[in-house]
């Protein structure tokens, strides 16, 4: 995100309900603005309207084997209408400049969770799906879903384990808000000397903060943090911002993961479940947690010689550039990245800074807009709509064919105080067929204001992505719209999508959106761009693989013994770059607190999909025939097919995972 990788397009997808604010005269669907003391108020009623309209249905006459199509229609009317509020409120927790917004809207969310969790515990609303015959697989599909939500809540156990289940869960989602607002709203600045910050251009300077001595003020968003540690000259420096930036979730965060996994672990307890991957895992594409290691250690197998070499061929090329015998030419946690893009650029002449010229950040958003309106046959439309922040952007989507309003995308592009610190979409608003519902996409991401790099550039192909699965979703019902999909396939339609800011055919026409000109993208420089990807995907992929690895081993069957900061530093000491002491990188790990846990495998799980779909288009990305083909059996479909067939649809055959392990080993 949350994709949220840490990679910026791995904390990136957060999954929510909608608000209902279709207005057919000038085809908008928009959300609800609050002000924060008017949130507690409509907070509960809002619940309090929900329990009357469940009510009514619970005590519904539904006789056995009774057709569900009717049923279900009810059921997702009324749950998408209480899921409204909560869409908005979820989403303000985490954009809206007021913090007394943000935190009434943090605690609206407790109460929707605890109500959610006593929802889905009634046995007598349980006992009414029971009774329900599915009539086509669509029907089937949602009631499995439905049946299964109250099976994962507990609705099976005693009334002794429901009530803890409640209170875990309860106090899970507290630890999650916790754990994240001491990342998203860390005040503090580190401090650097003008000789410190030698090596940055001036137009990274231009914007930043000075204090009465004259030193420059860093904080923690991405636009500051990132060319820094790919730039600035100064070791010492560079190993002082990355420290600050691990420990940003502070000591609190060490607390709260630690708790947060235990309470996971107990909650596997309830159900008789061997460990919480277990419990986790039963309703994913992977099924078990043995397939899912067996799956990382093939991949890790085929990385990790590949990230030496990528190691080695960095202190070669600092002990040739410095000049000094090789042994003292170290190659640090802090000084990758820096010597990373020292050698991309000697090596395949790319700047990753003066790639802001190529991509500027606006003339990227239209050339990104006007790619994936001649490859699904949609249109951007920009409307005047009052949002949380004056430089959000609203767009409905149309069907270039039909005309036809598809759904709504808002655009929330730069860095603020308060702000999530990622990129991320929020599936703001669920479509349904049955009652018109049209669904919104909300793209946030903190990129800076001049220009995008080529990684930047990916990242927003990647959300958009995201924003499309929800926007062209075409599903029956609002609870399958758009990404509601299993979490190990939610990843592979915008990882797919990368590849559209990455070949020729596309990219040389983000200059034909410049308003003032700006240098166009050639065959040699998209080879060279080539080259820059291809370069460290064993460091890449073994960071990934690590992740994933530490993220499985807090939620094994061990979790109890488990302290999250010594099992970091255990297993990344085993890796080319070891652990460096004083950093604490899970104290801002976010997936693992934010919807990803149990789950961080599901990055490249994905991207074995997506490399397999890219295969159907072949050497022509902007294939309209293929494009409208994945749109209908896959974007359209959200989750009311499972995904491995909606994959077999698309590709006509089962998945396969060559090209994905060609990727990661060097092969392509």
Not at 43 to 66: G, H, P, T, V, Y
Not at 448 to 474: D, Y
Not at 519 to 540: S, W
Not at 573 to 596: D, E, I, N, R, W
Request: proline fraction near 4%; hydrophobic fraction near 35%.
């Amino acid at each position: 995100m949350k994709s949220k990788s840490l990679k910026l397009s791995s904390l990136c997808l957060v999954m929510m309900g909608g608000y209902q604010g279709l207005a057919a005269e000038t085809q908008t669907q928009l959300l609800p603005l609050f002000k924060a003391t008017e949130i507690p108020a409509l907070c509960d009623a809002n619940l309090a309207s929900m329990q009357k309209d469940i009510l009514i249905f619970e005590n519904r006459k539904i006789k056995n084997k009774a057709k569900a199509g009717a049923y279900l229609a009810e059921w997702d009317e009324l749950h998408a209408k209480a899921r409204d509020f909560g869409a908005a409120v979820g989403l303000y927790s985490n954009v809206d400049p007021d913090p007394a917004l943000r935190q009434a809207a943090d605690d609206c969310e407790l109460k929707i969770s605890k109500y959610q969790t006593t929802l889905y515990q009634n046995p007598k609303l349980y006992a009414q799906f029971k009774k329900l015959k599915a009539s086509d697989p669509i029907d089937q599909k949602f009631l499995q879903d439905i049946l299964e939500q109250f099976e994962k809540t507990g609705v099976q156990l005693s009334t002794e384990k429901q009530k803890r289940l409640k209170d875990i869960i309860e106090e899970s989602t507290k630890l999650s808000q916790d754990f994240a607002k001491n990342v998203r709203d860390n005040p503090h600045k580190v401090e650097f000397t003008p000789a410190e910050m030698k090596g940055l251009p001036d137009s990274y300077m231009a914007g930043l903060k000075k204090n009465e001595k004259g030193n420059y003020l860093l904080g923690f968003d991405y636009p500051e943090y990132q060319p820094f540690m790919e730039l600035a000259e100064s070791d010492e420096a560079r190993k002082r911002y990355q420290t600050a930036y691990t420990r940003r979730g502070t000591e609190q965060n060490l607390q709260f993961m630690k708790k947060a996994i235990d309470l996971r672990y107990e909650m596997a307890q309830l159900f008789d479940k061997e460990s919480y991957a277990h419990s986790a895992l039963e309703f994913r594409m992977a099924k078990t947690p043995e397939a899912v290691n067996s799956f990382l250690e093939d991949v890790y197998s085929k990385v990790a010689p590949l990230e030496k070499q990528d190691v080695e061929e960095l202190r070669q090329f600092k002990a040739e550039t410095l000049k000094v015998p090789r042994e003292k030419a170290d190659i640090t946690r802090w000084n990758q990245g820096y010597w990373s893009e020292k050698l991309r650029q000697a090596k395949y002449k790319v700047d990753q800074e003066k790639l802001r010229d190529y991509f500027p950040t606006e003339a990227a958003q239209k050339w990104l807009f006007a790619v994936s309106s001649e490859l699904y046959g949609i249109d951007f439309r920009p409307m005047k709509v009052k949002a949380w922040h004056n430089e959000v952007e609203y767009y409905a989507v149309h069907d270039t064919a039909s005309g036809e309003f598809l759904g709504g995308l808002y655009v929330d592009k730069y860095p603020r105080e308060g702000k999530y610190g990622h990129a991320a979409v929020w599936g703001a608003y669920g479509g349904s067929t049955l009652n018109q519902r049209r669904p919104v996409s909300v793209l946030v991401t903190n990129f800076n204001r001049k220009g995008l790099n080529s990684n930047e550039l990916e990242t927003f192909v990647h959300e958009m992505g995201h924003a499309l699965h929800g926007i062209l979703s075409k599903t029956r019902y609002s609870e399958q719209s758009g990404t509601s999909v299993e979490r190990d396939l939610v990843e592979a339609p915008s990882q797919m999508y990368e590849e559209w800011a990455r070949r020729l055919e596309t990219l040389s026409k983000v200059a034909d959106y410049c308003e003032q000109a700006c240098p166009r993208v050639d065959a040699a420089m998209t080879e060279r761009l080539k080259d820059v990807k291809n370069y460290g995907r064993g460091l890449h992929y073994a960071r990934q693989t690590l992740y994933a690895q530490y993220d499985m081993a807090l939620h094994s069957k061990d979790a109890l013994k488990t302290d999250p900061l010594k099992l970091w530093q255990e297993m990344e000491s085993k890796t080319a770059l070891g652990y460096v002491p004083s950093q604490q990188f899970p104290g801002q790990f976010g997936h693992v607190m934010g919807g990803y846990q149990a789950g961080y495998y599901s990055y490249m799980w994905s991207e074995v999909i997506a490399l397999d779909m890219l295969s159907a288009f072949g050497d022509q990305l902007m294939d309209k025939k293929v494009g409208a083909h994945y749109r209908n059996t896959v974007l359209a479909q959200g989750g009311q097919k499972h995904g491995e067939q909606m994959v077999k649809d698309f590709l006509g055959r089962d998945p396969d995972s060559k090209a994905f392990f060609n990727e990661i080993s060097g092969k392509n």
